[in-house]
């Protein structure tokens, strides 16, 4: 069985509530048996968020090609929207 794995990085950290969502709804996701390492999960992710209420949570899946290789991807999943450039 592949090891599927994904490094969260959620801004703002300190919304207590906004973490336990983005945790609860990937572990709702890996239950699924989505890969949680793949963009469909950072889709349903966001989705997720959405559905409970961050209603401009976004979720922005990278990866490298060593991290592609292992099954890892990283999430950047913001509360506020896409970060100002």
């Known amino acids: 069985m592949i090891d599927h794995r994904v490094r969260m990085q959620i801004v703002p ?3 207590i509530e906004f973490r336990l969502a983005a945790e609860h709804a990937l572990d709702a996701i890996r239950a699924t ?5 793949s963009e469909q999960a950072a889709e349903l992710l966001q989705s997720r968020l959405r559905d409970v ?3 401009a949570a976004t979720v922005e899946a ?5 991290e592609a290789l ?12 896409p970060a100002e450039a």
């Open 33 to 37: 048996g989505v890969g949680v390492d």
């Open 53 to 55: 209420g961050f209603l």
């Open 70 to 81: 292992a099954q890892v991807s990283r999430f950047v999943v913001r509360r506020d929207g």
């Open 62 to 66: 990278h990866r490298t090609v060593d």
């Open 13 to 15: 950290w300190d919304d």
